[in-house]
């Protein structure tokens, strides 16, 4: 079984991890119980709580696969391989006195629209209310920062084995704005990145100026 059939990711020990698509790790009490009890009747030794907010269960056998899936609510999980897979938000103008601009409303649009979304490498993205960067935005590919006059947009940050922090690409912009700009970065990514190139990469391979001037022509 390779990683993504059935939901699933082997570890090292021959056991199965998956996660449930909590977009953004919200989570209702209803969720946790579902969570706990189907970790409970399965015997899953592991809950963990990942970098990337998401609700990792480590240590399924692979014949309780599709039945713990069909218990889970919500019983999809979280994108594997290569596409849109994290969205990374902190809680913005909902929650935090210092936020400037709406990150769960952008955060839940944009995973509504991008998740799993295919491209040549995984891409990140994160979400911050304002300049303090909480969704660790300089370092992911696709950020977003609320400021007071819109959303700052940044790209080519990573931090993989050659980290890289992002660029700021555009600012002032509007949500339905971010979302358009967030398609347009996509599939220009997806139609002209190479197979596992990252999206930094891919920018450094064809230089910030014809990235900008593809996806954002109208940008001072
Ligand atoms: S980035 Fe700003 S708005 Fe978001 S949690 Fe941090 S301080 Fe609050």
Request: hydrophobic letters at 40%; aromatic letters at 6%; one cysteine or more.
């Amino acid at each position: 079984m390779k990683d993504g059939d059935k939901g699933a990711v082997q570890q090292k020990d021959g056991t199965y991890a998956i996660v449930p698509h909590f977009p953004l790790g919200l989570i209702t009490p209803a969720d946790l119980r579902n969570v706990a009890a189907v970790a409970e009747r399965y015997k899953v030794p592991i809950l963990k709580i990942t970098s990337a907010a998401r609700l990792a269960m480590v240590g399924f056998k692979e014949e309780d696969l599709e039945s713990a899936w069909q218990e889970l609510n919500p019983g999809v999980g979280h994108a594997v391989g290569l596409c849109v897979r994290s969205i990374k938000a902190c809680p913005g103008t909902t929650v935090c006195r210092l936020g400037k601009q709406d990150a769960l409303g952008l955060g839940l649009a944009l995973d509504e629209r991008f998740h799993g979304f295919a491209l040549p490498n995984k891409c990140k993205m994160g979400v911050s209310g304002c300049m303090n960067n909480c969704a660790e935005t300089p370092i992911k590919d696709l950020g977003f920062v609320g400021k007071k006059d819109g959303w700052t947009v940044s790209v080519g940050g990573n931090a993989a084995s050659r980290p890289q922090l992002a660029v700021e690409l555009c600012q002032g912009l509007s949500q339905a704005e971010s979302l358009d700009l967030a398609a347009k970065i996509l599939h220009y990514f997806k139609e002209n990145g190479k197979k596992s190139e990252r999206l930094g990469r891919f920018i450094d391979r064809i230089g910030f100026d014809s990235f900008k001037a593809a996806v954002c022509p109208d940008a001072s």
